[in-house]
């Protein structure tokens, strides 16, 4: 059975502490894994877009990394404004989406 | 801005009574998604649309119907509503393609008693 998980869960944070987020899938057939970024009471707001094992794509304070088995979204020295739930979705012949991961940064 | 509005924003209801839920392009976009949003799932799609009239069902499409009579409008009903109903509901776009990166609107929270 195709599954996303993320790790961990929730992510409290210092502001300029940097850290990973988790992506790991199990899915046959990938054909591209996303970033979302969703404040709350909000939709969920498109980041990157991975393809292939080996790709990197940044903006900003993110890094969005895959692996074969896995992506990371690196955080380098965030900001409270980074404070969000950060989604990730893989591709296959549909779309599956984790749970996410709740990320606060502290002044 | 991928110019998607939902209407209503918030809804309350009573079991038993019909909902539709609209979705609104300003973009001649083919691909349109519903998803609902639930503590503990990932958003998990209803249904989904290719193209006036052309729509298929997603993995939590019973209870839920759909219709796309222009390009920009989508619209989701619920024919007798539940309280499992009950989530927080997105439609999205899709720029790009089926299934590429999605663009979604803000959402309409429902609430079924």
């Known amino acids: 059975e195709d599954q996303v998980t993320q790790s961990p869960e929730a992510l409290r944070l210092q502001e300029g502490e940097s850290s990973s987020l988790n992506c790991s899938y199990t899915?046959?057939?990938?054909?591209?894994l996303f970033w979302y970024r969703q404040d709350p009471g909000k939709g969920p707001e498109f980041l990157f877009t991975l393809y292939s094992a080996g790709e990197e794509k940044e903006k900003e304070r993110l890094k969005a990394t895959l692996t074969k088995k896995e992506s990371f979204l690196h955080i380098t020295a965030p900001k409270p404004e980074d404070s969000a739930t950060y989604l990730c979705?893989?591709?296959?012949?549909?779309?599956?989406f984790g749970t996410g991961t709740r990320l606060k940064v502290l002044a | 801005d991928a110019g998607i509005t939902q209407s209503p924003r918030h809804k309350v209801t009573e079991t038993g009574t019909p909902v539709t839920l609209r979705c609104h392009q300003t973009e001649n976009h083919r691909y349109m998604y519903w998803y609902r949003q639930d503590p503990g799932h990932g958003l998990r799609l209803i249904h989904y649309?290719?193209?006036?009239?052309?729509?298929d069902k997603g993995e939590v499409s019973d209870g839920y119907s759909v219709s796309r009579s222009k390009t920009e409008d989508f619209l989701l009903t619920l024919e007798s509503a539940t309280s499992s109903q009950t989530s927080v509901y997105f439609c999205?776009?899709?720029?790009?393609?089926?299934?590429?990166?999605?663009?979604f609107g803000p959402g309409t929270r429902l609430t079924v008693l």
């Open positions: 649309s290719y193209g006036v009239k052309d729509t």
């Open positions: 979705a893989v591709r296959t012949y549909k779309y599956i």
């Open positions: 899915v046959s057939g990938l054909r591209g």
């Open positions: 999205a776009i899709s720029l790009s393609g089926e299934y590429n990166e999605q663009f």
